[in-house]
């Protein structure tokens, strides 16, 4: 079964402490049976009767090793001896639930970390197909969910143990009660499992899917928040909020319900079967007095049994509604990543020119081309413009030199060499990336500027800031760099953030600066800021400029027109509105 592959697949990262504590188990349920069985002296001894009492091997060992001082008081013996096994016992149940914490935690915590790592190495077709909330409920509550089963997974086996010691103690006793006490319980317990198993997967599956759904709500709702405001649809979200949490309301008392099942209806089995016991004993014996002792010790271990049972199947019950979370992680972590290692992946570098050779691409899940035979030189030090119709596939192209992507068709070459080939980390080093969209932080200025880079110092941010055009609004803000943007940059505008987001990509200097649509959502004083930006910049760098305002690229040195996917004209500015084709159509049709 997958989900038990699962289970063994989280435990067997820590062999080493999962098989002492194997042993540990073992040890305290043997401890607990004889614990148990060291009340038969005590009580003979109470009962002034004497050891030739019936009670089998065990009780008898017991008896035995009370008689070996026989010098002592009998009564002091016997209570030394149940205290003994009492403290070895709780001794080796401490060191049990040590042992289950600490794995727990070692291993939750290791698998968190690899979650994520594993996470960044996942293609970015991934993100696009699973939802935020899919995603966030994997990284955050799925690993609660493996930290409970690596609770409940060896307490089963713990109760499992003592059930097992227990049922030993309990055959030496009297073994055709046993047997029959087992084989009741026995269908009892296979009874139960059926029913658990149906309500608890089932339960366990629907409540992973309510849940994400509803952390994709409150993710969306986040996001989306001033649209959603602006579009006084946030009724909307509420209604959906609600809706996940009266499935999940529904979920949790049935969740409940079962789990308590269990726990009654052994106990109600347990009294119908002492009272059987007390028949058969009476029938059976011919002196009832001389069993007395015999009785306590069964009735109390069958009352420990039945302890053991009932937190047996609790437990598996709520092990039940966490595997399907343990399954999820599992298969998190065994997802296919983006590029296998290619230990001899080579440094990038971007000296000469980046050329795209035939290069054809189709999204993934898509029929249509989103790129179509594209042949495309970038010289190292040009700024090379890509216009055309919104969907004609600038953005595609632009995704597919941030790695983003593989091309479907053709190869992109970097200095001669194909990218496919290079470090992404090293290529992606050597880029520069501004889009329309800027994503922010919650937190300052600088942090924004810095965005994860480490090794910057305070004048670097300054300086990039300052080509950037950013530094004397930032230094007009309330506490300067230091200043807290809001969640996504909500206290800046939208031209601040995109020269935030200019200064951030110049910090890690770039050899390839791309600007897509950067300027596209600004006023026109923003974006004559980021003109003029950008134009300083073009000295000392490649630039590729994806723009649909066609004012502002006449400056490139090639202006390359996209259409379905094509490119369909090459050329500087005046090249081509000398070809009177697209691009002066156009430019005559824009109104600048
Ligand atoms: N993630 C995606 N999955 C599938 N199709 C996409 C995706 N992104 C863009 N497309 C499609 O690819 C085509 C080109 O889009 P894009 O490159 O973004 O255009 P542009 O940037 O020129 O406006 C469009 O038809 C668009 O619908
Ligand atoms: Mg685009």
Excluded at 334 to 340: F, G, T
Aim: glycine share 8%.
């Amino acid at each position: 079964m997958l989900e038990q592959n699962s289970i063994w697949f989280f435990l067997s990262r820590r062999k080493a402490l999962y098989g002492s504590l194997a042993v540990v188990l073992v040890v305290a349920a043997l401890l607990e049976a004889l614990s148990v069985g060291a009340l038969f002296p005590l009580v003979t001894t109470v009962l002034g009767g004497d050891a030739a009492v019936r009670g089998g091997s065990v009780l008898s060992f017991l008896e035995s090793m009370v008689t070996l001082f026989p010098g002592r008081d009998r009564l002091v013996t016997a209570v030394v001896l149940m205290v003994g096994f009492i403290t070895a016992k709780s001794l080796a149940v401490l060191m049990r639930d040590y042992l289950i914490a600490y794995g727990g935690a070692k291993v939750v915590h290791e698998t968190k970390q690899e979650l994520f790592a594993r996470l960044t190495q996942l293609p970015y077709s991934y993100f696009i197909a699973h939802s935020h909330g899919d995603l966030s409920y994997r990284l955050t509550t799925a690993p609660q969910s493996l930290g409970l089963m690596l609770l409940l997974f060896p307490s089963i086996l713990a109760q499992g143990f003592i059930v097992f010691a227990i049922c030993l103690l309990l055959m030496t006793i009297s073994w055709p009660l046993t047997l029959g006490i087992i084989g009741a319980g026995g269908l009892l317990y296979g009874l139960l499992r059926q029913a658990s198993k149906r309500v608890s997967h089932v339960v366990g599956k629907r409540r992973t899917a309510a849940l994400s759904r509803e952390l994709g709500i409150v993710v969306e709702f986040m996001a989306g928040i001033k649209e959603i405001f602006a579009a006084n649809a946030a009724d909307r979200w509420m209604s959906h909020y609600c809706e996940q949490g009266r499935e999940l309301r529904v979920l949790h008392v049935q969740d409940s319900v079962w789990q308590s099942v269990p726990g009654v209806l052994i106990e109600w089995v347990f009294f119908v079967l002492v009272g059987v016991m007390a028949v058969l004993a009476q029938q059976s014996s011919g002196s009832p007095a001389a069993s007395i002792p015999m009785m306590a010790v069964y009735a109390f271990a069958l009352y420990r049994l039945i302890r053991s049972v009932s937190l047996l199947s609790a437990y598996k019950l709520r092990l039940g509604s966490q595997v399907a979370d343990v399954g999820l992680l599992h298969r998190t972590l065994e997802e296919p990543i983006a590029v296998s290692p290619n230990h001899r992946a080579e440094e990038a570098s971007f000296t000469k020119s980046v050329i795209f050779d035939h290069v054809s691409f189709v999204y993934p899940g898509r029929q249509e081309p989103a790129l179509r035979d594209i042949n495309l030189t970038i010289e190292q030090g040009q700024v090379v413009a890509l216009v055309g119709r919104s969907g004609s596939g600038k953005t595609t192209l632009v995704n597919l030199l941030l790695r983003l992507y593989d091309q479907s068709d053709g190869a992109i070459c970097v200095d001669g060499r194909q990218l496919a080939a290079c470090s992404r980390s090293s290529w992606l080093r050597l880029i520069g990336y501004v889009s329309q969209e800027v994503f922010m932080l919650n937190g300052t200025v600088r942090e924004n500027i810095r965005f994860g880079l480490v090794d910057c110092t305070e004048g670097a941010i300054e300086e990039a800031a300052r080509a950037a055009y950013a530094h004397e609004f930032i230094a007009a803000l309330p506490h300067g760099y230091e200043t807290i943007v809001g969640d996504r940059g909500m206290m800046l505008s939208g031209g601040q953030r995109q020269r935030l987001a200019i200064a951030r990509a110049l910090l890690r200097k770039p050899q390839l600066l791309i600007f897509d649509e950067a300027t596209s959502a600004l006023d026109p004083t923003s974006e004559a800021f980021i003109q003029q930006a950008i134009r300083d910049l073009a000295r000392d760098h490649t630039i590729i400029l994806v723009a649909h305002r066609l004012s502002t690229v006449r400056f490139a040195n090639k202006i390359v027109v996209f259409e379905d996917g094509r490119i369909v004209e090459m050329g500087t500015h005046p090249e081509l509105l000398a070809m009177k084709g697209q691009y002066s159509t156009m430019m005559s049709s824009s109104v600048e």
